[in-house]
């Protein structure tokens, strides 16, 4: 096909996919979630008695939990009763934000432990740092709560099999804040891809095309005043000097202690997209990534260009991570690519998808928005798990793809850059991203004979046990130290 063909179809691919993510800004309409085999709340009347409002904590509030208080705080069935952050500047302000929505003002605490003593609290809806997740869930749902909890669920891979048996143990509702899944546009297209209408599907690419500047570079900050580093800081290790990057929130996302890069940050949502079309309920057979983080020397540790592939037998799943500036593949930079045997799907953020013809031409395209906190709720009052979109074993699996991934990183060796087309072999696939992979690189003006790159462990994995085989070592990091009182139970004893 001619470079000018090439272009003519990118153009068009882009401008198909603009329209789609367009047409998503509403809720899901009544009749797209009956189509969709779904009951979104949004769409019902709400209670209007006080007597069957649910009471509800958000803790961590400072950056996507804003959304929580302000979904939960702007419904006529639910009240946000406290809030919990540790960082006082946020959480009061969050408190009185919830006020003005809701008429009355949550309790404020910086100790989410004050919360699970309380009784009358029904929900704890949570976007703490990563490395919270799993401890402050387990915790609500030992203390009879129900939980909504960001993605990613887990820090990892153990973490989230623990909440999956503690959801099941004390027989709470818990809902992974993959939103996606929620999503008409974004079901009816996995529908269609698992009608076979596209052929055998082989390869789910994920992308994660997303630029992330510099943090700066590593030193000794001062952590801020307003801030309990201790409840902060809760299951992790305390490190001296205590901050080495220059902001304390946020970019903890790039901090191994606290996140797990953009693979656990935009990347989850793409990783399980991914997963769920593939229609697979595992964590495959073996593993293995590289990249680095390139382009810049900051206070990061973790990469900003990377690539997963994830084997699945007959089915493959590719996930790419580009911190740097690059073009869109096929229309999508935030999305996945399913690439079938008679034509390939996109599906671009949180807008649905469009279907194409191996020729490129559109076959049909989808679009229609949702309501995730809707949808929990639902679950809540008909304490059914299969009422759930995003159930906490779905956030489990594909969280712990993440994990998997960053551990063969993490376990590589640094080798030159051109090294890595030998090191993949006969792989065409591997290759091809290979090939975009410096193509990237080159074009961000990164010197490619200098550079160098982590190639990552080859890790088989034993689906049944979520353990490796044969790897100690990796063994390891499925789990990880935690710092007295903030510890994550282990097997068996949630």
């Known amino acids: 096909m001619s470079r000018s063909a090439i272009s003519r179809r990118r153009f068009l691919e882009d401008s198909i996919l603009a329209t789609t993510a367009s047409m998503t800004a509403g809720a899901m309409t009544a009749a797209a979630a009956t189509a969709a085999g779904r009951t979104v ?20 509030v400072r950056g996507r939990g804003s959304s929580h208080v302000e979904a939960f705080s702007g419904r006529s069935d639910t009240e946000v009763t406290y809030i919990c952050d540790a960082d006082e500047n946020p959480g009061r302000k969050r408190a009185k934000d919830a006020a003005s929505r809701q008429g009355r003002e949550p309790k404020f605490v910086s100790d989410m432990r004050e919360i699970f003593d309380d009784k009358s609290v029904d929900i704890i809806s949570t976007a703490t740092p990563n490395h919270w997740h799993a401890l402050c869930s387990i915790w609500a749902m030992q203390a009879g709560k129900d939980v909504y909890v960001e993605k990613p669920v887990s820090h990892n891979v153990s973490e989230g099999r623990r909440m ?7 027989g709470r ?14 079901i009816a297209a996995i529908e269609y891809l698992h009608s076979g209408k596209l052929g055998e599907i082989k390869l789910a690419r994920a992308l994660c095309y997303k630029l992330r500047p510099s943090i700066g570079p590593k030193g000794d900050y001062p952590v801020p005043a307003s801030v309990n580093y201790d409840l902060w800081l809760g299951p992790a290790p305390t490190k001296s000097p205590p901050l080495t990057r220059r902001s304390l929130h946020y970019d903890w996302h790039w901090m191994w202690d606290y996140g797990n890069g953009d693979l656990g940050n935009q990347g989850i949502h ?26 810049y020397e900051d206070a990061g540790e ?18 790419e991570v580009r911190g740097l500036q690059t073009p869109k593949l096929k229309g999508a930079d935030v999305g996945n690519i399913f690439e079938g ?11 649905g998808g469009v279907v194409f013809d191996p020729e490129g031409k559109t076959v049909t395209q989808f679009s229609g928005g949702g309501d995730h906190f809707g949808n929990f709720l639902n679950a809540v009052r008909s304490r059914k798990v299969e009422d759930l979109s995003a159930d906490i074993l779905e956030g ?19 080798i030159p850059l051109a090294e890595l087309k030998e090191r993949l072999g006969d792989d065409a696939e591997a290759q091809e991203t290979l090939a975009r992979f410096t193509e990237h690189l080159a074009a961000n003006k990164v010197k490619l004979e200098s550079t160098r790159v982590h190639f990552g462990a080859r890790l088989a994995i034993n689906p049944e046990s979520e353990s490796f085989v044969g790897n100690a070592q990796a063994d390891q990091m499925l789990t990880r130290e935690y710092r007295v009182p903030f510890v994550v139970p282990a097997a068996g004893e949630v």
């Open 164 to 170: 999956v048996e503690a959801a099941r143990k004390y």
């Open 302 to 319: 973790t990469a900003n260009t990377q690539v997963c592939i994830h084997d699945y037998g007959k089915q493959r799943l590719v996930f």
């Open 396 to 414: 489990h699996l594909s969280s712990a793809l993440c994990h998997l991934g960053n551990i063969s990183y993490r376990l590589g060796e640094s």
């Open 173 to 186: 509702i818990c809902q992974t804040g993959t939103q996606s899944r929620s999503n008409a546009g974004m």
């Open 41 to 60: 709340l949004a769409d019902e009347p709400q209670s209007t008695s006080p007597n069957e409002k649910l009471s509800v904590a958000v803790i961590g």
């Open 341 to 351: 045997s008679d034509g390939y799907l996109v599906m671009t953020s949180y807008s």
């Open 270 to 295: 793409q990783m399980d997209i991914a997963r769920w079309g593939l229609g697979v309920d595992n964590l495959g057979q073996s593993v293995l990534s590289y990249g680095g983080r390139l382009g």
